[in-house]
């Protein structure tokens, strides 16, 4: 038997359109498509402003503000085909839910490295919504709530919400700049990871790479020490309560560095632990200024330079000047190679007190001393 073959159905002509519509010739068809069309980029252009107050609730999900905006006009122009008049309903109504879709969509494929079926994203997305749900009603101190309580607020197994959260995790990159410091999960911090935020930010962002870790994992920047014996100075410029909470956070008052964590640190104020997480967010902005940068700058740059010239002075001593160069005189040493580390804390604490206000001075006790 022979299969049947489909003949392609003839395309109407513009006058028998004209005609099975109701219009009286294929011209006044013509003028009413292209006022269609103008109508319809006119709705378009005017729920804009709604694309981008949509895609503004987006923004922090792992798309650029443009992707989202592109994918939220997408679905605006899906639902405006989509819309019927008669049904009574405001045509901003319908499209919101066509925009977040379109949106939705466009996160879940593009903004992960290893894209998640729209399904499971949608899974992942009722988890967190219930654990976040699950940590305004439970004590704020408490931390993540179990996975037995959220899996039963999403209705689902155990092992299946473990599945989902694992397969939600984000991939990190080896060749990633390691900043440290920004941490708001409540863990305890080091002082090193407040010395390498610092330095990030004195640095124009170029931070510490893998090649910069030792065994251990600990960073072996050349300068890292220098800069956290500064570090006591540099918070001379931050209130005294900021002060304290960034001592604890990152361990500088302890003779042992034990960092203390934000349920810690909340308790010993008497109050929550997201109160202390905005005080410390705080002064970090405030040690992002360019006052405290210009102190970083100041105290990196004699360290550097020493280093350079004993490596420099090293070199000879085993390779001889090279050709056509004179042996490199000894220069005498300048105030911060003689005293070292110590010079350089006490002019920064120099510069630190310039900043302040004699009423601020007086009242706020001497670096290393406070919160002991």
Same mark, same amino acid.
């Given at each position: 038997?022979?299969?049947?073959?489909?003949?392609?159905?003839?395309?109407?002509?513009?006058?028998?359109?004209?005609?099975?519509?109701?219009?009286? %010739?294929?011209?006044? #068809?013509?003028?009413?498509?292209?006022?269609?069309?103008?109508?319809?980029?006119?709705?378009?252009?005017?729920?804009?402003?709604?694309?981008?107050?949509?895609?503004?609730?987006?923004?922090?999900?792992?798309?650029?503000?443009?992707?989202?905006?592109?994918?939220?006009?997408?679905?605006?122009?899906?639902?405006?085909?989509?819309?019927?008049?008669?049904?009574?309903?405001?045509?901003?109504?319908?499209?919101?839910?066509?925009?977040?879709?379109?949106?939705?969509?466009?996160? &879940?494929?593009?903004?992960?490295?290893?894209?998640?079926? %729209?399904?499971?994203?949608?899974?992942? &997305?009722?988890?967190?919504?219930?654990?976040?749900? #699950?940590?305004?009603?439970?004590?704020? =101190?408490?931390?993540?709530?179990?996975?037995?309580?959220? /899996? *039963?607020? !999403?209705?689902?197994?155990?092992?299946?919400? +473990?599945?989902?959260?694992?397969? %939600?995790? $984000?991939? !990190?990159? #080896?060749?990633?700049?390691? +900043?440290?410091?920004?941490?708001?999960?409540?863990?305890?911090?080091?002082?090193?990871?407040?010395?390498?935020?610092?330095?990030?930010?004195?640095?124009?962002?170029?931070?510490?790479? !893998?090649?910069?870790? $030792?065994?251990?994992?600990? /960073?072996?920047?050349?300068? %890292?020490?220098?800069?956290?014996?500064?570090?006591?100075?540099?918070?001379?410029?931050?209130?005294?309560?900021?002060? =304290?909470?960034?001592?604890?956070?990152?361990?500088?008052?302890?003779?042992?560095?034990?960092?203390?964590?934000?349920? +810690?640190?909340?308790?010993?104020?008497?109050?929550?632990?997201?109160?202390?997480?905005?005080?410390?967010?705080?002064?970090?902005?405030?040690?992002?200024?360019? *006052?405290?940068?210009?102190?970083?700058?100041?105290?990196? &740059?004699?360290?550097?330079? *020493?280093?350079?010239?004993?490596?420099?002075?090293?070199?000879?001593?085993?390779?001889?000047?090279?050709?056509?160069?004179?042996?490199?005189?000894?220069?005498?040493?300048?105030?911060?190679?003689?005293?070292?580390? +110590?010079?350089?804390? =006490?002019?920064?604490?120099?510069?630190?007190?310039?900043?302040?206000?004699?009423?601020?001075?007086?009242?706020?006790?001497?670096?290393?001393?406070?919160?002991?």
């Amino acid at each position: 038997r022979r299969p049947m073959r489909r003949e392609p159905a003839p395309q109407p002509s513009v006058a028998e359109l004209a005609a099975q519509l109701g219009y009286e %010739s294929p011209d006044v #068809l013509r003028r009413a498509a292209r006022e269609g069309k103008a109508a319809r980029l006119c709705m378009v252009e005017a729920n804009m402003r709604l694309v981008l107050s949509i895609a503004g609730r987006y923004k922090k999900m792992g798309l650029p503000i443009t992707e989202l905006v592109h994918a939220g006009t997408v679905g605006l122009i899906y639902g405006i085909d989509k819309f019927q008049w008669d049904k009574g309903y405001r045509l901003s109504t319908y499209v919101t839910w066509w925009i977040r879709q379109g949106i939705s969509r466009a996160i &879940a494929n593009q903004s992960r490295t290893v894209r998640l079926p %729209s399904h499971v994203y949608e899974q992942v &997305a009722r988890i967190k919504k219930a654990r976040a749900e #699950l940590m305004r009603e439970g004590d704020v =101190n408490s931390g993540d709530p179990p996975v037995e309580a959220i /899996a *039963k607020r !999403v209705g689902m197994s155990v092992q299946k919400v +473990e599945d989902l959260l694992r397969a %939600s995790r $984000d991939l !990190v990159s #080896l060749d990633q700049t390691l +900043e440290t410091a920004n941490n708001s999960s409540g863990t305890p911090m080091s002082s090193n990871a407040l010395a390498d935020e610092l330095l990030l930010q004195a640095t124009g962002g170029e931070g510490l790479g !893998v090649e910069d870790l $030792d065994d251990d994992g600990e /960073a072996r920047h050349p300068i %890292s020490e220098d800069i956290r014996l500064a570090l006591k100075d540099i918070l001379l410029l931050l209130e005294p309560r900021e002060r =304290n909470v960034l001592r604890m956070r990152y361990g500088l008052d302890s003779h042992d560095g034990r960092s203390l964590s934000l349920v +810690e640190i909340s308790a010993a104020y008497g109050v929550t632990r997201e109160r202390i997480r905005q005080i410390e967010l705080k002064a970090l902005r405030k040690l992002r200024n360019p *006052k405290a940068q210009k102190m970083l700058v100041s105290y990196m &740059a004699p360290v550097s330079t *020493k280093q350079s010239t004993v490596a420099q002075e090293q070199q000879e001593r085993v390779e001889g000047p090279g050709l056509g160069q004179r042996p490199t005189p000894a220069r005498p040493a300048e105030p911060g190679e003689a005293e070292g580390a +110590e010079w350089l804390a =006490n002019e920064m604490l120099k510069a630190a007190e310039k900043t302040r206000t004699p009423s601020k001075l007086e009242d706020a006790p001497a670096p290393g001393r406070e919160g002991q």
